[in-house]
């Protein structure tokens, strides 16, 4: 069975930096498309970035140009580096991987806390 495991979140100040990975383990299956989500408080759980095993990556305008999401295949990892953050960034981060129809996963999820 698949696992996911998010490490990396925190509390910074507005405009600071933060790295979250996300490491899976088990046995994935290839293709797939790993992917960043969010949710804060009283909202819905949304996109943030995707990236498939091919390299193709896909942001939300919110965070395009702040939010970089990159995988390396041979450690089953997914990172997003979040630069400028801003205070309405704050959520908890969760990683997905979908691997069609033979799985979708999510993980535990990271909190992420942007103070102004």
């Known amino acids: 069975q698949v696992q996911l495991v998010e490490s990396g979140g925190g509390l910074v100040q507005a405009g600071g930096s933060l790295r979250l990975s996300c490491a899976a383990s088990?046995?994935?299956?290839?293709?797939?498309?790993m992917g960043w989500y969010r949710q804060a408080p009283g909202k819905q759980r949304g996109l943030v970035a995707t990236i498939t095993t091919g390299g193709s990556t896909d942001y939300a305008d919110a965070v395009k140009g702040r939010f970089t999401i990159s995988g390396d295949n041979a450690k089953n990892t997914v990172y997003l580096q979040m630069n400028s953050l801003k205070p309405e960034d704050t959520a908890v981060y969760y990683c997905?991987?979908?691997?069609?129809?033979?799985?979708?996963?999510w993980g535990r999820g990271t909190q992420v806390t942007v103070s102004s």
């Open positions: 997905r991987q979908d691997a069609g129809s033979h799985y979708n996963i």
């Open positions: 088990g046995f994935i299956f290839r293709p797939n498309t």
